[in-house]
């Protein structure tokens, strides 16, 4: 196979050598960031930034993406008017090892937030908004964190959920000042709405310093809960049925036992408080919340352009994981098919990004926080493990950029330990913890992944491929966890 990933520098190696072990040996006094040159453009201009990540946000839930019935303006015009990746995807398609990985550019066994058991990113580890911190931005967060500890970071202010999931109307919300963390409040209001409030007030406040506002949305995290002025939204529409979705019911041939055997079934679920009980519920509520995502961007777009702020703003859009709304009757995520690790990414900041252009290239999660830090005018720093999309901005003439990557899943609570590879055509997955089982696609003749190739002695050659580029990946990225070999 192709070694489709960027060569490991000699500080990457070291760090990463000895795995989640030895993050201690990473202090946030050494992060090895390069300050802002006072030759560099950015140093003259830094832009202010303001993320939107969203809950379980599909890559095809957005009208500027395809959808025909949901309506998305404000979160389009992002799309729209900045440059979109369509090939964007989630290393660990799970709430805090991803929100984790987005912070830190790190796999999830690298920084540790490998599962949702009240994981917390080690100390010595730095974020992204301590980076930016240190380099001179005020950073805040609004929103869902889920991970542990996070208001005790040194935030110019934090107003953030740290748990799972939130009281729709009831929120019970964290706040901290420059790291000096209060008790949970109970708010009452709609839980985005609420957050938005907070996340406009503090825009509208007084920034000596370029900023960079993190707002991070709850809905539609289950149990799927609507603002009151969209309970009758879709009332009436027809939701389309998932071709595969009677299939799981027929124990689909090719599907391992790992994969038929989820309980995050439609109807069928056991997964308490976030059970599904219909298709038709499941996808309406799940694109009422996505409609609510919408209404807060519009708020917060409308202000940037009201403090003539908008052009000087980098808007980045995303999510932490897809969704299932009916594949195989599936909802939820975790698996490594397409509607769970394929998310929206897009970035508008004009005053360097064209608007309407598109990269094809395979991009993750991981390498939001290094493009971040570079559109700073900050080097990112060598232990990353993603890449600033910096160079498919810029249209850098024939820029080598990956040609595969390795997706890893550990919290055995909802679906299979799990592991895989992606290319550009194939995927092969591993389930490992209970059982081995495999599948392996060819995404460009089968891009529903109906067909497992997995043991059938026509692809024996590629298999053994992808298995050994597998490891490789897994040794470049220090993913020392005791696993099944």
Same mark, same amino acid.
């Given at each position: 196979?192709?070694?489709?990933?960027?060569?490991?520098?000699?500080?990457?190696?070291?760090?990463?050598?000895?795995?989640?072990?030895?993050?201690?040996?990473?202090?946030?006094?050494?992060?090895?960031?390069?300050?802002?040159?006072?030759?560099?453009?950015?140093?003259?201009?830094?832009?202010?930034?303001?993320?939107?990540?969203?809950?379980?946000?599909?890559?095809?839930?957005?009208?500027?993406?395809?959808?025909?019935?949901?309506?998305?303006?404000?979160?389009?015009?992002?799309?729209?008017?900045?440059?979109?990746?369509?090939?964007?995807?989630?290393?660990?398609?799970?709430?805090?090892?991803?929100?984790?990985?987005?912070?830190?550019?790190?796999?999830?066994?690298?920084?540790?937030?490998?599962?949702?058991?009240?994981?917390?990113?080690?100390?010595?580890?730095?974020?992204?908004?301590?980076?930016?911190?240190?380099?001179?931005?005020?950073?805040?967060?609004?929103?869902?964190?889920?991970?542990?500890?996070?208001?005790?970071?040194?935030?110019?202010?934090?107003?953030?959920?740290?748990?799972?999931?939130?009281?729709?109307?009831?929120?019970?919300?964290?706040?901290?000042?420059?790291?000096?963390?209060?008790?949970?409040?109970?708010?009452?209001?709609?839980?985005?709405?609420?957050?938005?409030?907070?996340?406009?007030?503090?825009?509208?406040?007084?920034?000596?310093?370029?900023?960079?506002?993190?707002?991070?949305? $709850?809905? #539609?995290? !289950?149990?799927?809960?609507?603002?009151?002025?969209? =309970? &009758? +939204?879709?009332?009436?529409?027809?939701?389309?049925?998932?071709?595969?979705?009677?299939?799981?019911?027929?124990?689909?041939?090719?599907?391992?036992?790992?994969?038929?055997?989820?309980?995050?079934?439609?109807?069928?679920?056991?997964?308490?408080?976030?059970?599904?009980?219909?298709?038709?519920?499941?996808?309406?509520?799940?694109?009422?919340?996505?409609?609510?995502?919408?209404?807060?961007?519009?708020?917060?777009?409308?202000?940037?352009?009201?403090?003539?702020?908008?052009?000087?703003?980098?808007?980045?859009?995303?999510?932490?994981?897809?969704?299932?709304?009916?594949?195989?009757?599936?909802?939820?995520?975790?698996?490594?098919?397409?509607?769970?690790?394929?998310?929206?990414?897009?970035?508008?900041?004009?005053?360097? $990004?064209? #608007?309407? !252009?598109?990269?094809?290239?395979?991009?993750?999660? =991981? &390498? +939001?926080?290094?493009?971040?830090?570079?559109?700073?005018?900050?080097?990112?720093?060598?232990?990353?493990?993603?890449?600033?999309?910096?160079?498919?901005?810029?249209?850098?003439?024939?820029?080598?950029?990956?040609?595969?990557?390795?997706?890893?899943?550990?919290?055995?609570?909802?679906?299979?330990?799990?592991?895989?590879?992606?290319?550009?055509?194939?995927?092969?997955?591993?389930?490992?913890?209970?059982?081995?089982?495999?599948?392996?696609?060819?995404?460009?003749?089968?891009?529903?992944?109906?067909?497992?190739?997995?043991?059938?002695?026509?692809?024996?050659?590629?298999?053994?491929?992808?298995?050994?580029?597998?490891?490789?990946?897994?040794?470049?990225?220090?993913?020392?966890?005791?696993?099944?070999?």
């Amino acid at each position: 196979m192709a070694d489709g990933v960027e060569s490991s520098k000699q500080t990457r190696r070291t760090f990463l050598s000895t795995g989640t072990r030895a993050l201690g040996g990473l202090a946030i006094a050494n992060r090895a960031i390069e300050a802002i040159s006072s030759e560099s453009p950015g140093a003259r201009n830094r832009p202010n930034f303001v993320f939107f990540l969203g809950e379980g946000l599909r890559a095809d839930e957005l009208s500027s993406t395809g959808n025909k019935i949901i309506s998305t303006p404000y979160l389009d015009r992002v799309v729209q008017e900045g440059m979109s990746f369509p090939n964007a995807f989630v290393v660990n398609a799970l709430c805090l090892p991803s929100r984790a990985t987005i912070l830190t550019g790190l796999y999830s066994h690298s920084c540790g937030c490998v599962d949702n058991k009240d994981r917390e990113i080690p100390s010595n580890v730095p974020t992204v908004a301590d980076i930016l911190r240190d380099a001179g931005y005020e950073v805040a967060f609004f929103g869902k964190a889920h991970i542990k500890a996070l208001s005790q970071r040194h935030w110019d202010y934090y107003f953030g959920i740290e748990a799972a999931g939130a009281d729709y109307y009831h929120p019970l919300i964290i706040e901290s000042v420059k790291g000096n963390s209060q008790p949970p409040q109970r708010y009452d209001g709609y839980v985005d709405d609420v957050l938005t409030d907070r996340a406009l007030a503090w825009l509208k406040g007084e920034h000596t310093k370029p900023f960079c506002l993190f707002l991070w949305f $709850i809905a #539609p995290h !289950a149990p799927f809960y609507r603002p009151r002025r969209y =309970l &009758d +939204l879709y009332d009436g529409v027809y939701i389309p049925k998932p071709g595969t979705f009677d299939d799981d019911l027929k124990g689909y041939p090719g599907k391992p036992s790992g994969f038929k055997e989820a309980n995050n079934k439609i109807g069928t679920s056991i997964m308490g408080s976030d059970d599904a009980r219909s298709l038709e519920e499941t996808v309406k509520n799940h694109y009422a919340g996505v409609v609510t995502n919408d209404d807060c961007a519009r708020r917060v777009l409308e202000t940037l352009e009201h403090l003539g702020k908008m052009d000087d703003t980098a808007i980045v859009l995303s999510s932490d994981h897809g969704f299932f709304l009916g594949e195989w009757r599936l909802y939820n995520k975790m698996f490594m098919h397409e509607p769970s690790i394929r998310v929206p990414l897009a970035i508008r900041y004009p005053r360097r $990004i064209k #608007p309407g !252009a598109v990269s094809t290239e395979m991009v993750l999660d =991981l &390498d +939001l926080a290094p493009t971040i830090l570079q559109l700073a005018g900050l080097k990112p720093p060598d232990w990353m493990q993603g890449r600033s999309l910096l160079p498919l901005v810029d249209k850098v003439p024939s820029p080598r950029w990956r040609e595969d990557w390795l997706y890893e899943y550990y919290d055995d609570r909802f679906a299979p330990k799990m592991r895989g590879i992606r290319t550009g055509q194939y995927k092969l997955i591993e389930y490992w913890n209970s059982r081995q089982e495999f599948e392996l696609y060819d995404l460009k003749a089968d891009p529903g992944e109906l067909r497992n190739l997995y043991g059938d002695p026509q692809f024996g050659r590629l298999t053994r491929q992808l298995a050994d580029r597998m490891r490789q990946l897994r040794v470049e990225t220090g993913d020392v966890l005791e696993v099944k070999t």
